[in-house]
């Protein structure tokens, strides 16, 4: 999709969208018009009509108004275009390399409508702004999905960590290009393993800490609290040992846990396909930033009771580290969090679950960890490929890692 970029707003327009705000009515339509305009007098003119103008072209604008406005510029002859789609919201300019939601679903339906042998998309719920939150099940024999192991990997449950939505997406189109492309590997994969990929768990965040196209370093989802605070903390409202600790009860927290465990439809609609989807052996869920592999227990200090499944994560969290370089370690050793999705994932389903915190290991550069810019999406990537791939692997069962003969307990 081709991406508008923004450049610098004048004060001029800034003055003018926050004196319009005002007249808006929730009566209208509301509309991004593209209007031509090719000097300040122009701009004027269209700034008048009551629109917002949001990006400043040598020739054009892209403004924010509803029906009136729009008709009044039809009058003036300018209309270029009009779209009831957000499509202006975006990254910074430098950071246009990162998917904003429309790029993302746009990538990924094209993922699905041109393989459709081996890619599903799917819908799994809808937002409370209205985005599907969309799935990606990527096998080479959908028939006989279900009957095959499979794994999970999904990104974006806190809004800002936007490089954690990039790798889900990287990792669907890597299985699909190195498929078609003869990998034997990957067609080995895909031939015996059932893939669910969730790139982005929460859109409505994601793109709220994008408007504008400037950073808001949001967390959360964008839930109405019952006390007019905004957001629920995804990844502390799942319903294992939910509000034990490390969260908080209060709306205006980041950690906000939200009024019950599972009050969210973006938990609640992962909670209902891992639930549904019964030959999950292994999840991964991404999140940045610090370079740790972490798992389960977050709730508690205490490790996994059950010997051998506390193992395969040990064994397997440093095995994937010397490929990826982060530190292994239970989750815990950072702090106490309960409710996230790992805890929740293996607490009830015994699925050995994993959270990758990615690059940076600090946020001593590149305008911070939460956004280190676009040069780091593919070195990320690459360095998380073999993890990808021997999780991916192994969800057959997972505890061939302990090479002691233990059989599979699932499917
Ligand atoms: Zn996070």
């Given amino acids: 999709m081709k991406k508008l970029k923004l450049i610098g707003l004048s004060l001029f327009c800034l003055f003018t969208f926050s004196s319009i705000k005002q007249v808006q009515s929730k009566d209208y339509q509301y509309y991004w018009l ?11 003119v269209i700034a008048n009509t009551g629109v917002a103008i949001e990006i400043v072209k040598d020739d054009y604008v892209i403004a924010y108004g509803n ?69 990606l099940q990527i096998t080479a024999d959908h028939a006989h999905a279900s009957d095959k ?60 800490d994008i408007k504008d196209g400037s950073y808001k370093m949001w ?28 969260s908080s009860s209060d709306g205006n927290n980041e950690t906000y846990m939200g009024p019950k465990a599972f009050s969210e439809i973006e938990s ?39 010997a051998n499944d ?25 702090y106490i969090a309960s409710g996230d999705t790992t805890d929740w994932s293996y607490g009830v389903h015994k699925i050995i679950s994993f959270t990758f915190e990615l690059d940076p290991a600090n946020n001593g550069f590149g305008g911070g960890g939460f956004y280190p810019g676009p040069g780091v999406i593919d070195p990320v990537f690459q360095k998380n490929l073999e993890p990808l791939l021997y999780l991916l692997d192994y969800s057959d069962n997972p505890y061939r890692v302990l090479n002691v003969g233990i059989g599979p307990i699932k499917p």
Avoid: C
């Fill in 34 to 44: 593209k209007v031509s305009a090719h000097d300040k007098f122009q701009r004027s």
């Fill in 67 to 135: 029906d009136l406005q729009k008709e009044a510029l039809e009058k003036l002859g300018w209309l270029e275009a009009a779209s009831n789609l957000a499509f202006e919201k975006d990254f910074p300019t430098k950071d246009s390399a990162y998917h904003n939601y429309a790029e993302l679903t746009d990538a990924i339906t094209k993922l699905a409508n041109e393989n459709p042998d081996i890619v599903k998309m799917t819908s799994i719920a809808k937002t409370n702004e209205g985005r599907d939150i969309w799935a």
């Fill in 149 to 208: 192991p499979a794994a999970i990997f999904m990104g974006g449950h806190h809004a800002r960590e936007h490089l954690s939505v990039e790798m889900p997406l990287l990792w669907a189109q890597y299985l699909v290009t190195q498929f078609r492309g003869g990998n034997p590997r990957v067609i080995g994969l895909l031939n015996s393993r059932d893939v669910h990929i969730i790139p982005v768990v929460n859109p409505d965040g994601m793109e709220y």
């Fill in 219 to 246: 967390r959360k989802n964008r839930s109405r609290n019952a006390n007019g605070t905004y957001g629920v903390d995804l990844n502390r409202n799942y319903g294992y040992q939910w509000g034990t600790g490390g």
């Fill in 268 to 306: 609640t609609a992962i909670k209902n396909y891992v639930d549904t989807h019964t030959n999950i052996t292994i999840l991964l869920s991404f999140h940045s930033f610090s370079k740790l592999i972490l798992y389960p227990w977050g709730h508690k200090y205490a490790g996994i009771e059950t």
């Fill in 310 to 334: 506390k193992l395969v994560h040990e064994k397997m969290a440093t095995t994937m580290a010397e490929w990826n370089g982060y530190q292994p370690q239970q989750s815990s050793e950072l």
